[in-house]
């Protein structure tokens, strides 16, 4: 499977793929966590959202400065109006194209026609489940920031915890977009079987990031000290890395499919 998924690959350009699926992704980001947040405020109350996003970023490493940005991103989320999530709704869903593209680029399938609005219309389950996941969010934070912001092994039992739960969530979500974005007949077992092995392998890259903003490097030194250029482009590059990962698990799929026939 290993041998196949490497002769398959090669020659090809997985790189330009991510990056393209990145570029979706930095146009939905914002917009697919403004519906979540707004639906899980339905779902569990805003002052239990705004808790939780206290919690998430009293745990965040101290090297980078992240006390301003979430705080302002959830207050827009619950104080807009229903007219502005609405319309947040149609570019969260670009996401939905960059993953069908790339997975039929992948797949060596041809994209076809309309595969735009079918990547955005598959793409609506995954952000149905947005506030279900933000509720969740909201349930665990509050246990996991003491071990988080305490003495050993605390950090450890939060790593633990916070890896399963967001084991759970990525594998969720990558089964989903795995069954309903491929275009090769892959059965469902094998989708979600890539969809949670994925998962696992991204939910520990995901940990590897808050490493990653404890080392206390200027991001912005190579552009002249402004700082939304380095953190915006370590963003990008961090998302970048996970969508390599995104798509080289669908490729192990394809490959197990093709193996196992």
């Known amino acids: ?21 990145t570029f979706f992704s ?17 779902l569990a109350g805003g002052d239990a959202v705004r808790s939780a996003a206290a919690d998430l970023v009293a745990a965040l490493p101290d090297a980078h400065d992240g006390q301003g940005g979430i705080p302002r991103l959830v207050d827009a989320a619950l104080t807009c109006s229903w007219v502005v999530v609405l319309v947040a709704l149609v570019p969260a869903t670009f996401y939905g194209e960059g993953l069908r593209r790339g997975m039929r680029q992948l797949a060596g399938s041809p994209v076809g026609r309309m595969a735009g609005w079918k990547g955005r219309l598959g793409f609506l389950p995954v952000v149905a489940l947005g506030p279900v996941f933000v509720t969740l969010l909201v349930a665990t934070a509050p246990a996991v920031r003491p071990l988080y912001t305490g003495p050993l092994p605390g950090p450890v039992w939060a790593v633990i915890a916070t890896f399963h739960v967001t084991w759970l969530v990525v594998s969720t979500v990558l089964s989903l977009v795995y069954t309903v974005y491929s275009p090769s007949g892959i059965p469902a077992t094998t989708t979600i079987a890539a969809g949670f092995g994925t998962g696992a392998v991204v939910a520990g890259f ?34 970048y890395l996970l969508h390599v990962l995104v798509l080289l698990g669908y490729r192990v799929a394809l490959s197990a499919h093709a193996v196992r026939g």
């Open 1 to 21: 499977m290993v041998r196949h998924s490497v002769h398959a690959l090669r020659g090809r350009d997985l790189s330009l793929w991510a990056a393209g699926l």
């Open 26 to 42: 930095l146009l939905a980001g914002i917009p697919l966590l403004i519906v979540a947040l707004r639906g899980g405020a339905v």
């Open 206 to 239: 995901l940990h590897g990031f808050l490493v990653f903003l404890a080392i206390p490097v200027d991001w912005a030194t190579p552009f002249a000290g402004v700082a939304v250029a380095g953190t915006g482009v370590a963003l990008a590059l961090w998302l």
